[in-house]
T-cell receptor, first 114, second 115 residues
Framework: DAKTTQPPSMDCAEGRAANLPCNHS???????VYWYRQIHSQGPQYIIH???NNETNEMASLIITEDRKSSTLILPHATLRDTAVYYC???????????????FGSGTQLTVLP | DTGVSQNPRHKITKRGQNVTFRCDPI?????LYWYRQTLGQGPEFLTY????????KSRLLSDRFSAERPKGSFSTLEIQRTEQGDSAMYLC?????????????FGSGTRLTVV
């Protein structure tokens, strides 16, 4: 799985958009970009994933550059409850029988300020 | 869908004692993973079950660690002769396997403190 690079920390004002970058310059053609977040004292929570098209769900939007070497997770209207560590993970499709566990880096600590 | 349940939430034990944690995955999920997370770090993979079979173990899983998943439902993680370095959050995750894109559901973890 390709390695990812994220800034260690970011701040965002409550109500504003939070844009979290991730670099994955060695991503291969069949690898997906996943985002999870971990709120203090809880387990990681799935947010969104994408291959090459931009994706949006009820939690966030994922923008993947055309060359797929980087992506941005966008929380459109950040709230205090969005304060968490956000993990960007790149991983290929799993095949039946293989573990293909998620490999977490250190993530980005997002602090939403009142 | 009641999510992934882990018990206990917290455990304090004396060095040298044995501890056991339990994970109840989402009922229809056939894959179950154990991770360990130390302060300031992302979760690290320990082991993986597909149904009742333990198919992969990381090098982090020393001989003092053992995991089971009898009948392919709940799983237990036991640590024998605990050491202070075992202090960490132990996370369980489950997923529905079969290939393709996979979403993992994590429990809230068991925080172990070895004193």
């Amino acid at each position: 799985d390709a390695k990812t690079t994220q800034p260690p920390s970011m701040d965002c004002a409550e109500g504003r958009a939070a844009n979290l970058p991730c670099n994955h310059s060695t991503i291969s053609g069949n690898e997906y970009v996943y985002w999870y977040r971990q709120i203090h004292s809880q387990g990681p929570q799935y947010i969104i994933h994408g291959l090459k098209n931009n994706e949006t769900n009820e939690m966030a939007s994922l923008i993947i550059t055309e060359d797929r070497k980087s992506s941005t997770l966008i929380l459109p209207h950040a709230t205090l409850r969005d304060t968490a560590v956000y993990y960007c993970i790149v991983r290929g499709l799993i095949s039946s029988g293989s573990a293909r566990q998620l490999t977490f880096g250190s993530g980005t600590q997002l602090t939403v300020l009142p | 869908d009641t999510g992934v349940s882990q018990n206990p939430r917290h455990k304090i034990t004396k060095r040298g004692q044995n501890v056991t944690f339990r994970c109840d995955p989402i009922s229809e999920h056939n894959r179950l993973y154990w991770y360990r997370q130390t302060l300031g770090q992302g979760p690290e993979f320990l082991t993986y079950f597909q149904n009742e079979a333990q198919l992969e173990k990381s090098r982090l899983l020393s001989d003092r660690f053992s995991a089971e998943r009898p009948k392919g439902s709940f799983s237990t993680l036991e640590i024998q002769r605990t050491e202070q370095g075992d202090s960490a959050m132990y996370l369980c995750a489950s997923s529905l396997g079969g290939g393709g894109v996979t979403r993992y559901t994590f429990g809230s973890g068991t925080r172990l403190t070895v004193v």
